[in-house]
C-alpha cells in the first residue's frame, strides 16, 4: 500500500501521523488479514521503518496551508514468516509519489496468482501459469463483491446463531496488531521477532450461497 499520504483529501489528517498510526496502522490490517487468510498464521517478522519528511503541509481544508509534525514512522518494510513455511514482504507508505507495484500477488510453484486490492470488494482475480505467456482472469465465485465493509459483523452474527468461529474475530484481530507493532520494534532493535500470539486461518465461505446468507 504505497500513496503520497492523506493531507491533500482528508478533513483532519493530523492524527494520521502520531503514534498508533501511520501507513501501517492505518491500512496495514487489510493486508495482513488477506495475507492470514491466504497463507495461516504469521511466525516471525523483520522490520525496517522510516520517517521521510519531519513536517507535512496540509493542502485539503479546513486546514489547508496548516503544517502538521509526523510523530510516527511513515515508509515501513516488513518481510513475514509464515508458520506454514510461506514467506511475504509487506510495504506501506505515505511517502511514495506513484507506483506501479501490484497491491498483493502470490508466488507458487504453478504460477502467480494477482489479487485485487484487499481495501476494496471484487475483482479482477487474474492467474499467469507456469509456461503460460498471458494472463488469465478467473471468475470471482462467493458474492459480496461490491463494497461491503458490514461483511464481518454480518459474519459475526450468523456464528453466533450457528455455534461456529467468526471470521473477523478477536484473535485474528490480536495476531494482526501484533505482527504490525512486532514490525516496528524489529526495526528499532535491528533484529528478528518471534510472535508469540496464535490465531487460526479463518474458513473460506461455502460457495454457492445466496445473498445475504453466510452459512450452509
Known sequence: ??????????????FFYRPGAGPLFDMGPYYLTALISFLGPVKSVIGSAATSFEERRITSKPYAGQMLRVETPTHITALLEF???AVATLITSFDVQASELPRMEI??????????DPNTFGGPLRVRRSGVKEWSEVPLTHGYETNSRGLGLADMAHAIGSGRPHRANGE??????????????????????ELESACERPAPLPLGLPAGVLDD
Open 83 to 85: 508458520r506454514s513455511g
Open 172 to 193: 485474528m484481530a490480536f495476531r494482526v496488531l501484533d505482527i504490525m507493532q512486532a514490525t516496528l520494534e524489529a526495526s528499532g532493535a535491528g533484529t528478528r521477532f
Open 107 to 116: 508466488y507458487g510453484s504453478q504460477g502467480t496468482l494477482s489479487v485485487p
Open 1 to 14: 500500500m504505497m500513496s503520497s499520504g492523506v493531507e491533500m483529501w482528508h478533513p483532519d489528517p493530523a
